[in-house]
């Protein structure tokens, strides 16, 4: 049982931070996998090589059959409103992913990154975002590559504004850093 927050807590929305392979899809799979909801995972990763494929296969493999699942690499908006409700449980996994379909289809990120901070608040039931956190390693050398790091960036600030809540996920160890008490430090 991974607990994300007290158990007298409840939220609409929750983004869950954290780098590559840090355990975040694990936890927010338990924490679906948990609730008294239907869970219903809008997977935003394209089977472009055997790779990718057989990471999709493990990863349907490992959810219970309870999950529902649709493949959406780049209208996640519309999805979030076709499918959002109050008995349903959204896992969107993963916004890093969506950011780059969007990046390789010449979109306008700033476009849907306010797109889909704007329709947080307004969604019909509970909604979980895992997204990578990029910024803690180094300065990429080539300018997409940092125009990728800086959108993905803004879109993690922006939505974690948005969200109630926000876990980082480091080590497969999940801490609460929203909502947080303020730090007890003066001058």
Request: glycine share 4%; aromatic share 4%.
């Amino acid at each position: 049982m991974i607990p994300p927050f007290p158990s007298s807590s409840t939220f609409a929305s929750l983004l869950v931070l954290g780098g590559a392979r840090s355990g975040k899809s694990h936890y927010v799979q338990a924490l679906a996998e948990q609730a008294a909801r239907h869970p219903h995972l809008i997977a935003t990763a394209e089977a472009k090589d055997d790779e990718m494929r057989d990471r999709i296969l493990r990863h349907r493999e490992e959810r219970h059959t309870r999950w529902r699942v649709s493949e959406v690499p780049l209208a996640l908006c519309a999805a979030l409103e076709v499918y959002a409700a109050p008995e349903v449980l959204l896992v969107v996994d993963c916004l890093t992913l969506w950011l780059s379909n969007l990046m390789m289809a010449d979109e306008t990120l700033d476009t849907h990154i306010k797109e889909l901070v704007t329709l947080v608040p307004h969604l019909a039931g509970p909604v979980v975002f895992v997204s990578n956190e990029v910024g803690l390693g180094i300065v990429p050398d080539n300018a997409m590559a940092r125009h990728f790091r800086d959108a993905q960036g803004r879109l993690n600030q922006r939505l974690a504004t948005q969200c109630e809540a926000v876990v980082l996920v480091c080590a497969g160890i999940p801490q609460l850093i929203k909502p947080s008490q303020r730090p007890l430090i003066t001058f």
